[in-house]
């Protein structure tokens, strides 16, 4: 079973910067798209950026030219950047992956657990 582990949330005032990371681990035989999401309470989940295969890069308008996606494939990582922090990019951040595992057929979309970000005024 592939595992996502986020880290490098936290509490930040605003204007300054955080780094999340996310690891995947697990029969990993192809990942595809490697992307964060945020969930402020009471909103629904919405992507925040993603990186698919190939360095094609997706970004929310509300975070482009602020945040920035890389991924290290060699250790299965994406990390999102996040700087000029703002107090409403407080939520959830979650990692999300399409993976496909060495002994499947279809690659499929794994969740990792989430990390709490907070921007204070």
């Known amino acids: 079973q592939v595992q996502l582990v986020e880290s490098g949330g936290g509490l930040v005032q605003a204007g300054g910067s955080l780094r999340l990371s996310c690891a995947a681990s697990?029969?990993?035989?192809?990942?595809?798209?490697m992307a964060w999401y945020w969930q402020a309470p009471g909103k629904q989940r919405e992507l925040v950026a993603a990186?698919?295969?190939?360095?094609?890069?997706n970004y929310a308008d509300s975070v482009k030219g602020r945040f920035t996606i890389s991924r290290d494939n060699a250790k299965n990582t994406v990390y999102l950047q996040m700087n000029s922090l703002k107090p409403e990019d407080t939520a959830v951040y979650y990692c999300?992956?399409?993976?496909?595992?060495?002994?499947?057929?279809?690659?499929?979309?794994?969740w990792g657990q989430g990390t709490q970000v907070t921007v204070s005024s």
């Open positions: 999300n992956a399409n993976i496909r595992q060495t002994f499947d057929i279809r690659a499929r979309d794994y």
């Open positions: 697990g029969s990993i035989f192809r990942n595809n798209v």
């Open positions: 990186l698919i295969s190939g360095d094609s890069t």
